[in-house]
């Protein structure tokens, strides 16, 4: 299969989860050309700045211009990389970002936990590059209207992409196509 050709390097932000062969993100990777990943962390854990100092590493291993597609507490990862390092970034993908003031289903890090190792306050200025929040409307993680707030504060488009759950395997996806038709038009803006 031909990969897909863009002019950035897409560097794949993900959550908090381990590798998952099934996730968006990993089907996405596979069909890019020019792409890096974060790696899980399983030292650092929760560790917010640990996480955030993982993106300025594969970011410093990246000539040219960058597409971020981050997922779930990924988005996090971004706002506090953003907050606290300059580097021109073409475009963003933001899915799916979690809430923090939401109460999080008993197998999630708890708030407390969160805030704990760094995670709040979380950054909600304009970020410095253009972004779209990609948003569910039954996420276990966020409700539509905080997933709204942020992209206010951020400076994103909001897309609504209705009933999709968290946008993991475990909400059916797999492969989701409309990720790379937004990297092909944060690539692409003039094409707008």
Not at 34 to 58: M, N, T
Not at 89 to 111: F, M, N, R, T
């Amino acid at each position: 299969m031909e990969k897909l050709q863009t002019t950035a390097t897409v560097l794949i932000i993900p959550g908090l989860r381990e590798h998952v062969a099934e996730h968006w993100q990993t089907v996405l990777a596979g069909r890019l050309a020019k792409v890096r990943s974060v790696a899980p962390l399983q030292a650092d854990g929760l560790h917010c700045a640990a996480r955030v100092e993982a993106i300025q590493r594969e970011l410093e291993q990246i000539d040219g211009e960058v597409i971020l597609v981050a997922h779930s507490a990924g988005v996090l990862m971004v706002a506090h990389w953003a907050a606290r390092y300059q580097r021109p970034i073409k475009g963003a993908l933001l899915a799916a970002p979690p809430d923090l003031a939401a109460q999080w289903p008993a197998h999630y890090p708890s708030p407390a936990t969160l805030a704990e190792n760094g995670w709040s306050p979380l950054p909600e200025k304009p970020l410095p590059f253009p972004s779209i929040v990609a948003a569910s409307s039954d996420d276990h993680l966020a409700s539509q209207a905080a997933a709204e707030q942020l992209a206010r504060g951020w400076g994103s488009e909001l897309i609504s992409l209705g009933a999709v759950g968290h946008l993991n395997p475990a909400s059916g996806f797999g492969p989701w196509p409309l990720a790379e038709a937004l990297v092909h038009r944060l690539d692409n803006p003039h094409l707008q």
